[in-house]
């Protein structure tokens, strides 16, 4: 009932080094690349915001689909990092595209989870109507992050990935997707100032807690790793699979050393999952689509293939998507 007729991803081309960085702040490659896998990341130029990195992406996906901006009946846009604070990236980005005058909205808020959880909309509303789905992950966090906050700073990078849903006719079925939320741990993840508890003002301002992200990351690595890989396993599961059954793996892109612990839980090789966290850094919503759209263009997808794509982020929110090739 859901099938991927197009696949992109757009990376800027200003790349930020562990050394760049340690030029910069209190910090080394060293302890970058033992602590989160990380040697690079992409930062977007000054003349780029969010929906450029999103229509950049869009625009691949469109074309890989064989299709123009005018075949698409609806945009969703997941990001953390928008556009504007009001109104929403889609809409930006439907004027951007040029489409018509289609159903447009945002998943904000959802962190790193917010491309499959879109997915898993797409999938949702195609149940209703036969439509071609444009679904963005992107992020622009470069701009809005402190660069003198070395405990995260170092651990981010921006992109965009996207994708066309219909209801046939692509390269991929999108058999199944699993999501779930567990909203007593909002405080172990959060951006607090500039929502309505916690207004931005002068305050905010002075003490640099408007852009500051709290981040338990002991907890966090844990909760990771259990939820992303029992997505995979719950997937799996739903279609009468199992893990044994995937041919890969493409988890959500924080650090490598969380995708080394999902593995190992998982009991899968490393031919079996992919990763690109060292070239680009934690893109947030991003990392899921545009890791797909890399393992695509590097042939590590074969028609007949199983890929499963698992993701988490603030909320907790969790999510993974079975894909058949
Ligand atoms: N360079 C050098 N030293 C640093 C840096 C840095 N960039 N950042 C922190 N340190 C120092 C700290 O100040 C601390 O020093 P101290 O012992 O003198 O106080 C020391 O390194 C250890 O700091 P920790 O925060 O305990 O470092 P840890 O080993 O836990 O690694 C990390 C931090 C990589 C974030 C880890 O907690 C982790 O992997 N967490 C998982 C969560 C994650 O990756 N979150 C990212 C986004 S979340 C998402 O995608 C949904």
């Given amino acids: ?44 130029s000054d003349d780029e915001a969010t929906v450029d990195l999103a229509g950049k992406a869009s625009l691949v996906a469109l074309e890989d689909a064989g299709l123009t901006s005018e075949d698409i009946d609806e945009i969703i846009v997941a990001t953390d990092t928008p556009e504007a604070y009001t109104p929403d990236t889609a809409s930006f980005l ?35 109507e036969p439509k071609r789905i444009l679904v963005v992950g992107v992020e622009l966090i470069s701009r809005l992050m402190s660069w003198e906050d070395r405990s995260f700073c170092v651990l981010f990078g921006d992109a965009a990935g996207a994708v066309v849903v219909a209801r046939d006719g692509g390269a991929a079925e999108l058999v199944h997707v699993v999501a779930g939320t567990d909203g007593s741990q909002t405080d172990i993840l959060t951006l607090k100032t500039g929502g309505t508890r916690h207004p931005f003002n002068a305050e905010s301002l002075a003490s640099g807690a408007f852009n500051h992200l709290d981040m338990d990351g002991k ?54 999952v992919f990763v690109n966290v060292h070239d680009y850094g934690n893109t947030g ?41």
């Fill in 285 to 325: 919503s991003a990392t899921v689509p545009f890791a797909l759209w890399e393992a695509l263009g590097k042939g590590r997808i074969s028609e007949g293939d199983l890929v499963v794509l698992t993701a988490f982020g603030a909320g907790f929110h969790w999510a993974a998507a079975a894909l058949q090739f």
């Fill in 219 to 272: 907890r966090v690595f844990r909760e990771a790793v259990h939820r992303m890989s029992q997505a995979v396993v719950d997937v799996t599961g739903h279609i009468g699979k199992g893990v044994a059954d995937v041919d890969l793996v493409i988890p959500h892109q924080a650090n490598k050393r969380i995708i080394d612990a999902v593995q190992q839980k998982m009991g899968v090789d490393d031919s079996r």
């Fill in 94 to 128: 439907q004027h951007y595209l040029g489409c018509r005058e289609v159903p447009a909205y945002d998943l904000g808020g959802s962190g790193c989870a917010g491309f499959v959880q879109a997915l898993d909309v797409a999938r949702a509303r195609l149940l209703l």
């Fill in 1 to 44: 009932m859901a099938s991927i007729l197009g696949f992109g991803g757009y990376a800027p081309e200003r790349v930020m080094t562990n050394d760049d960085w340690a030029a910069l702040i209190d910090t080394s490659d060293e302890w970058i690349t033992t602590r989160t896998g990380i040697k690079k990341r992409h930062f977007a």
